[in-house]
């Protein structure tokens, strides 16, 4: 983490020196960068909360139990559905979905739970079903519940080989 922060931060410095000379659109982006880093402090520090919750909450027999590499493909169809469920950004979700990975979760169960998430959040059907019609969505979504189970199940396979 630290090494992402610091080379995004020496890619901002470099685009705020390419364009000094530019009649002030550096502060113009400095500003805006401060405007977005405001609006989402509250978003960010309440998915860390919530993920230290879940990490303390969680007891350590289910995750154990269900979504440890030895809970495996039902940990896998767990975490396709658990990320499915998910109605959360990436803000909040890659910090509760750290949390609890830090609790035991096998990968198998991580990657469903990423993957579940990405291709499948319900949080997407309101826009895609606007967009591009109740067909699309439904077609999409029977494609993806197997992909993210498959992707889930080839992390799982791969952990148990090499472990």
């Known amino acids: 983490m630290v090494q992402t ?3 995004l931060s020496i890619i901002a410095l470099i685009l705020t020196i390419i364009n000094y000379k530019k009649t002030g659109k550096h502060y113009e982006g400095l500003k805006s960068g401060l405007k977005q880093f405001i609006q989402t402090t509250p978003i960010i520090l309440g998915a860390f909360v919530l993920a230290g919750l879940i990490e303390v909450l969680i007891p350590r027999e ?12 039902k940990g896998v169809v767990l975490g396709a559905f658990g ?11 890659f910090p509760i979905v750290a949390s609890i990975m830090s609790s035991g979760a096998g990968l198998g169960t991580i990657i469903s739970m990423i993957t579940g998430w990405a291709l499948l959040s319900l949080t997407k059907m309101p826009y895609e079903t606007a967009f591009l019609g109740i ?9 993806s519940i197997p992909l993210s189970l498959l ?12 472990s």
Request: glycine share 8%.
């Open 83 to 93: 990320g499915m469920l998910f109605a959360v950004g990436p803000y909040a979700f």
């Open 151 to 162: 992707a889930g199940l080839t992390a799982f396979l791969i952990e148990l080989f090499i």
């Open 5 to 7: 922060t610091i080379i």
């Open 135 to 143: 067909k699309f969505y439904l077609k999409k979504q029977m494609f």
């Open 62 to 73: 289910f995750v154990q139990n269900w979504l440890s590499k030895e809970a495996g493909l």
